[in-house]
């Protein structure tokens, strides 16, 4: 599990961000669709994942994260705790090349045994932490 200061400098650095579970903003005052618009407002690359929705902020949406064409630094996760398992295999499943750094689970999501795999795989861990109020902390 990263620190703060760990998880403030993926905040600060991120270029390119999966979210798994982005809304498209038809349901006004979601998070899963303003922290996604607030890190694209700030010059970061959003990649939506949701196999419910088309697009997203004029951007095409992907079903799974295999389907990503684009590497992401960070994958956002805004689903409940029971569906990290999964996210957690399909993380687990991607090709070298396409492993972002960073898996990190919004405000109010934890799964310690998914964290525990993701990370005893590589993958720098961030659970119950809103990317959105570090990514404006960091004063980007």
């Known amino acids: 599990m990263l620190s703060d200061a760990e998880a ?7 270029q390119v961000v999966a979210v798994v579970g982005m809304t498209d903003g038809s349901k006004p005052g979601r998070p899963s669709f303003e922290i996604p618009q ?25 079903a799974h994260l295999a389907d990503l064409t684009l590497k992401p630094d ?4 805004f689903r409940r705790a029971e569906a990290i398992p999964e996210i957690a295999d399909e993380l687990l499943a991607l090709p ?30 961030v659970s119950d932490k809103c990317l959105g109020v570090l990514v404006a902390r960091s004063g980007r």
């Open 38 to 62: 607030m890190l694209q407002e700030r010059g970061i690359r959003v990649l939506p994942v949701n196999p419910l929705i088309k697009e997203a902020l004029g951007l095409p949406a992907v």
């Open 74 to 77: 960070v994958v956002d996760i």
């Open 96 to 125: 070298a090349g396409k492993r972002p750094k960073t898996v990190w689970l919004q405000t109010g999501i934890t799964h310690p045994e998914s964290e525990a795999r993701l990370e005893a795989a590589g993958y720098q861990v």
């Open 8 to 14: 403030l400098e993926v905040a600060r650095t991120a």
